[in-house]
């Protein structure tokens, strides 16, 4: 692929749909996730990769968006947390944090259910430090981390039926 | 440093995903000096956002793939640059054979950012605090350097040349990094000390040594953040090599090794902590190898 200072044109698969959209390539994928794609769960914090805030999966494995380039999704899968479950059928990840009271105001819920999700999708028996190290990246101010580590387990107990001690 | 963040990458640059080594290396000799490579991106899209760089092309390796590997050989382990440091990570060659590099990279960043970044992204942005440094200089790891007129190689201790400089030309690129094995009872050991996990190494310290009855032999210890670029300790080094290592033996490679270093005082630490601190954790490194000696002869 190549392209010049003007458009360029990315074609990649979001929670499952076939997109294409003419974008610049100093484009980082947060922005077009946001800007053009008005996807705003995935959010804006320190743009540095220190947050975790704009957590998305790409292939499946949980990653910075504000740290990629647009162009490169091209080609790609993006799930964001609107490609995980919906409000009808939540996914169990998501139904755990609700049922631990894993969230306060919210703001760091979708990049901690995309972690949680790609954790528990290629580990579904995480041990207590596992499931801490996956998180150790999205930073959370305000539930204390205690509960969100309990909804994690939770979600594991309801996927593959057990968590190791 | 978030107060120069522009929040956008304020450049415009063209774009370009090489499919093979050649491919990018005929762009590099193209656009030289205004071409940066894309890896990882970690350090060069921060460095963007602060126009501490602004690169007029960009050149992305991450769809190159024969940059993407871990071959464990009869000599050693070649891993290509563009390697993940998450899939080093989950290797069980670079666990068994090189513990110090192993626990170096697990404790980087955060597990998202080690889905990103590449060892050869930690090494050419040359951060003298790079995590990945120490134990490959303490292993006596070569880089390779490729560019349209040929290769060369390189021990990974003469590669750095200064904070964000190396020994690559205009028009090289970073292929390659091998690391030897290690002789028969070497124990080896990385030690750490930040602020948080995620954060950048206020010192950060690697030590390889291989015991014969009851002396030290092949004494290295390298060390990040205490200088221009991470560097040996070889006065510290000397005083071990070929003697027993008692315990205060240990304590004074460690004050020596406190000498040696040239720390400054900057936003993680002050010179004098760092000073400090380097005592305690070359001895702490060194009788963590020892003990990996003695309890499981080859390691
Ligand atoms: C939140 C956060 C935490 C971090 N924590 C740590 C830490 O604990 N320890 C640590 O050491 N680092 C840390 N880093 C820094 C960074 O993640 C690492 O240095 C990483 O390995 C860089 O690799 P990359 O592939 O992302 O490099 P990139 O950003 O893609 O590239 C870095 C530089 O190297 C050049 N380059 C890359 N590959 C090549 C090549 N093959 N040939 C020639 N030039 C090349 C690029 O042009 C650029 O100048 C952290 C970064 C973030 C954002
Ligand atoms: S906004 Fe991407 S890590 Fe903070
Ligand atoms: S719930 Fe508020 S930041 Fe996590």
Redesign the interface.
Known sequence: MRAGGGGIVVRFTLNGREVEVTTRPNATLLDLLRNELKILSVRRGCETGECGMCTVLVDGLPVRSCLMLAPQVDGRSVTTVEGVGDPERLHPVQEAFVEAGAVQCGFCTPAMVLTAKALLDRDPNPDERTVKEAILGVLCRCTGYAKIVRAVRLAAERVAGGVRE | ??RF?T???P???????PRTIREALELLARWGEDAKI?A???DL??QM?MRRVEPKC?I?I?GIPELDYIREGPTGVRIGAATRL?RLERSGAIKRLFPALHRAIRWM?????R??ATIGGNLCNASPAADTAPPLIVYGARVKLASVSGERTLPVEDFFTGPGQTAMRPGEMLTEIWIPRQPEVTGSAFIKVART??DLAKVNVAVALTLKGWSAFNVRIALGSVAPTPMRAREAEAALEGRPPTEDLLRRVGEIASEEIRPITDVRSTAEYRREVTKVIVADALREALGMVRVGGVA
């Open positions: 440093m978030n963040n929040h956008i990458i450049v415009a640059f063209e774009y370009h995903e894309l990882g991106g970690t899209l921060v956002k960009l992305n991450k998450r960043a955060s597990v998202q950012v889905n990103m996990a995620m």
